[in-house]
């Protein structure tokens, strides 16, 4: 394989208007953030990743703001000039800066990216080089889709119903408290059949027990973050209560979290986000950690722009990734994205991988200058105080 050096490191930080706002127990936000990091090599070779902080602390500690901050002052400048003979490389060199997972994935991502398309590689068969044998990707992802939080039960029935139509064959809700146990009973009532699982995203806490054991007459397929956002210990008192599996997401940091949750029984699932565990080089070792485990694992999404979701669509389609990720078409989120082709959903509630080198899609520099232009314009830092 050809090492690569890294010449040159540029940052857009964008503001995409979203098709369809997707609200959270956390609330929702303007428009989708995010740092594009733009890595140029000696030999011109150039690989993008994006960092996908958003305006407020919400789902990570990490923010636009802070991410600038991180990447421009400490990260960037411990990568340049610095010859890479593979991008697993990237996480001893940023090794000083404790955590900013976010900012160390977007960095990273764009080393992988340039790293790949030198060697003539589909970011899929990168990360394969770097398992084991049996690894070889499959092509396509299989996926389904999350739902935010609807005004009504029937706006959900209504949602689901699309959903389907459009060929997803796994449908997430969003809960919190006093919009679980109804809607899982509406839904199941409308849908006996369909494979559904609802994310918490941390809105309960373990004396909720009792009334999420009432989820266990839905035949979930999985019941995802129920407790704290940092919390292993208390999932692990949590989950032998119920039938239902949880899976763990933002309490997964690393592939040791993966170990520690499966080994004291804190959750049966894991949801991989590989910005959350700071990189696809650790996203790699926790994949072994699940393989080994023999624990289900599926790609989860921050609503990337295409070229954050198509490195996240060559992983999910490794085989060791077991249930469908949250990686929707572009048509659920941007219109246009920034990059081309768009994603479709094809048959059996797959996408297709690109098998071009690198991420495989074809980055427009001009869309990101116009949403970097609209961040620059709607800066929510510089105008006001943030409610
Ligand atoms: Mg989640």
Redesign the pocket.
């Known amino acids: 394989m050809r090492s690569i050096t890294v010449r040159n490191i540029q940052l857009f930080t964008v503001a995409m208007p979203l098709v369809e706002r997707l609200r959270?127990s956390f609330g929702e936000e303007p428009f989708k953030t995010a740092i594009l990091v733009r890595l140029e090599t000696d030999d011109g070779v150039v690989g993008w990743g994006e960092s996908s902080a958003e305006i407020k602390p919400g789902y990570s500690y990490e923010t636009v703001g802070t991410a600038q901050h991180i990447l421009r002052q400490f990260l960037i400048p411990l990568l340049l000039g610095q010859a890479l003979n593979s991008p697993t490389e990237v996480p001893a060199l940023i090794r000083g800066v404790r955590g900013h997972p976010l900012s160390k994935h977007g960095l990273e991502a764009a080393a992988w990216d340039a790293w790949a398309k030198t060697n003539g590689l589909p970011m899929a068969d990168a990360f394969a080089a770097h398992l084991r044998e049996g690894n070889a990707p499959r092509g396509y992802a299989v996926v389904g889709v999350?739902i935010g939080i609807k005004p009504s039960i029937e706006a959900t029935l209504e949602t689901i119903a699309l959903r389907l139509a459009q060929g997803y064959g796994r449908i997430?809700l969003?809960i919190k408290p006093g919009w679980d146990v109804q809607l899982a009973h509406g839904v199941r009532h409308a849908y006996p059949n369909i494979s559904l699982m609802l994310?918490?995203?941390s809105a309960y806490t373990l004396a909720d027990a009792d009334h999420l054991r009432q989820m266990d007459e839905f035949n979930l397929l999985m019941l995802?973050?129920p407790l704290g956002y940092n919390d292993i210990y208390e999932h692990s008192k949590l989950q032998p209560q119920l039938q239902t599996a949880i899976?763990l997401?933002?309490s997964i940091h690393s592939a040791n979290d993966a170990r520690l949750a499966i080994e004291l029984g804190a959750c049966r699932i894991i949801?991989l986000?590989p910005a959350r565990v700071s990189g696809y080089t650790e996203s790699l070792e926790l994949y072994q950690v699940c393989v080994a485990h023999d624990v289900p694992l599926w790609i989860?999404g921050l609503l990337e722009t295409g070229i954050g979701r198509a490195a996240n669509l060559a992983f999910a389609s490794l085989p060791g990734v077991t249930l469908p990720s949250?990686i929707s078409a572009t048509d659920r989120y941007y219109n246009p994205d920034l990059t081309e082709p768009p994603f479709t959903l094809g048959l059996d509630s797959t996408i297709a991988v690109p098998t071009a080198p690198g991420i495989g899609v074809v980055v427009k520099e001009e869309r990101i200058a116009e949403a970097s232009a609209r961040w620059e314009q709607d800066n929510p830092y510089r105008a006001r105080e943030l409610s």
């Open positions: 959270t999350s997430k969003k994310d918490a995203n995802e973050q899976c997401d933002e949801n986000k989860g949250d």
